[in-house]
């Protein structure tokens, strides 16, 4: 079975799960997925859904979160991880949202990964999730650890490498839902400390 083989074969699969994969995390607006985004690294969207509730009803738009300060955004993100930083990318940029894009957030990756706090990996989950679009493959530590072990990469631990490998084999239409696809399976068959492979939705093809 080539690369590309077992790629249709795993979303085949993981469809008959998850036919409309999604990302964990709570949001109505792409604006509300970019700020919880940021949050999400190096946190669990679980934490990160405990936050946004509150902080989403005091500062619903970017000229809210725009006009708040940093001070008290960081009081009401505090459960999240190095939420120092993130308040002020935060604050940062619900600014040039507000000031350049007229309070709506980009869509496209050169824009998206201009914003403070905005890496490839924030601004893929945006496009897909919230605008529908396939410019690249969210690389998140459940891809990071299925993609080598399923054989898909040589690569391990380098989401850049991981990613540009995963866009040469899965189809460019399924960019976003095979990133959700390989999470939501990651969290609820394949766990971290899981140590047999043998059953689930992609047994058989681990390598």
């Known amino acids: 079975m080539t690369k590309e083989e077992k790629v249709l074969e795993i979303i085949k699969r993981l469809k008959r799960i998850y036919p409309h994969p999604i990302t964990a995390l709570n949001f109505r607006t792409p604006f509300e997925l970019l700020i919880a985004t940021i949050m999400a690294a190096q946190c669990t969207d679980k934490v990160v859904n405990t936050v946004t509730p509150e902080l989403f009803k005091k500062y619903p738009d970017a000229k809210a979160f725009s006009k708040a300060s940093i001070e008290d955004i960081n009081k009401m993100i505090v459960k999240v991880v190095f939420h120092n930083n993130k308040a002020k990318n935060i604050s940062a940029a619900s600014k040039i949202i507000d000031e350049k894009y007229n309070g709506k957030v980009p869509d496209t990756l050169k824009e998206l990964t201009s914003l403070p706090g905005v890496a490839r990996k924030t601004a893929n ?4 999730n919230a605008f529908g679009k396939n410019e690249g493959i969210a690389i998140d530590t459940h891809v990071m650890r299925l ?8 690569h391990v631990g380098d989401p850049v490498k991981i990613e540009e490998d995963l866009m040469k084999i899965v189809p460019q239409k399924y960019w976003s839902d095979f990133s959700n696809m390989l999470i939501l399976t990651s969290r609820e068959f394949y766990p971290k400390r899981a140590k047999d492979y043998s059953s689930g939705p992609l047994a058989g093809l681990f390598v």
């Open 125 to 128: 989950v945006v496009l897909g």
């Open 147 to 154: 993609a080598p072990k399923l054989g898909l990469t040589s």
